[in-house]
Structure formats: C-alpha cells, structure tokens
T-cell receptor, first 114, second 109 residues
C-alpha cells in the first residue's frame, strides 16, 4: 500500500484565497483524521471522520475551515478565506478505527499564507 | 479531563548516553498508549505501542499504571535518534489519539 497520500506537498498563496488540501487514506481504513502542526501549538486534531461521517469537529478553529469526506477514499480540508495565521503543516492520518490500532500519517501539506 | 503531559520540551544528550523521555497521562480506565517519532520535516511514524511490548530501534516503554506513566527509554542514544517524540494515549472506543506537546531529542556526537 502507498500509505496515506496528501496533496499538495507545499502550497503558497496570498491571504484571502481559498485553499483546498486533499487526502487519500489507506485502503480499508475507515477512520480519517486531520491535524495541524505549528511551533506554537504543536499537533492539534482538527476533525475526524468515521465511515465518512464527521464525528468530532471541535478542533476546527473557526467557520473559515471546513472538511468533507464524500467517500471512503478521499477527504478535503478547505480554508476560505485564508489568513497568514493559518500557515502550518497540515497532516492527514487514517486508521482501521478499532481501539488500540495506530494511526498512519501522510507526509503533510506545508501551507504558507502570505 | 483527559490529559497527556510531556513535561520537557527539549532533551540534549551526547551519543552513547541513556535517554528517558517522560510521559504522564490522566485517564480513568486502561488507555492504549503509543509513542510516535517525527524526524526533521517528515511525517509522524509509529515508534511503538505498549500492547506490543516490543523494542524498536533500541527504544522501550513500560506502562506504569500506578504512576500513570509511559516513559520512553533507550540505554545508548545514537545521533540518528535526534527527532521529535510524541506520546499519545488512545482512550476512546475508536482510534482517536490525544497527542502530547512533544519533546525534541537532540543527540550530539
């Protein structure tokens, strides 16, 4: 398996623009997680899905952030409009969803908002 | 409230020195515990989990329920161990993890 695949790897855009981050989980995994990593806050869970349904979005910072999982093999995290403070590395992870099973992370998207 | 604490932000040691990265948790019940490692500008990777009771890259971690700790240890650090290490308990019915703040391990030659 290719593992969790995220795109793009890097994104540089100007504030106010819409940003869409993409994630393809490992085949057969039914839980998907979006994280944000910054120097100041460390690793934060933004939202997670189980069987394509959002279970906990309490980590989503504000209404500018939205996430979807239209099917078992694809998820998006969208920021609209983007702001400089959104600059971070965004990771996607997937797992089988069973307690005690590890999460597998993608390579992340390094986002810079100018 | 569920909480995981990694009290130190940075640990710097010389090559060959012993390493202990601390992790304490506050949960009722029996959590499943993991250590993840992140090498410079790379993805987080699973290092080990307590249910496996295994040693990976020379690292071990023992769950101490009395002290609610899951410290990561290695007797002789190597330069390639330099990385960020995260402790992460899994307490719910699914695979959601709560990550600690992480600790940077720096191993000097």
């Amino acid at each position: 398996d290719a593992g969790v695949i995220q795109s793009p790897r890097h994104e540089v855009t100007e504030m106010g623009q819409e940003v869409t981050l993409r994630c393809k989980p490992i085949s057969g995994h039914n839980s998907l997680f979006w994280y944000r990593q910054t120097m100041m806050r460390g690793l934060e869970l933004l939202i997670y899905f189980n069987n394509n349904v959002p279970i906990d979005d309490s980590g989503m910072p504000e209404d500018r952030f939205s996430a979807k999982m239209p099917n078992a093999s694809f998820s998006t995290l969208k920021i609209q409009p983007s702001e400089p403070r959104d600059s971070a590395v965004y990771f996607c992870a997937s797992s089988t969803g069973t307690r005690g099973q590890p999460q597998h992370f993608g390579d992340g998207t390094r986002l810079s908002i100018l | 409230a569920q909480r995981v604490t990694q009290p130190e932000k940075l640990l710097s040691v010389f090559k060959g020195a012993p390493v202990e990265l601390k992790c304490n948790y506050s949960y009722s019940g029996s959590p499943e515990l993991f250590w993840y490692v992140q090498y410079s500008r790379q993805r987080l990777q699973l290092l080990l989990r307590h249910i496996s009771r295994e040693s990976i890259k020379g690292f071990t971690a023992d769950l101490n329920k009395g002290e609610t700790s899951f410290h990561l240890k290695k007797p002789f650090a190597q330069e390639e161990d330099s990385a960020m290490y995260y402790c992460a308990p899994n307490t719910g019915a699914n695979s959601k993890l709560t990550f600690g703040k992480g600790i940077t391990l720096s191993v000097r030659p």
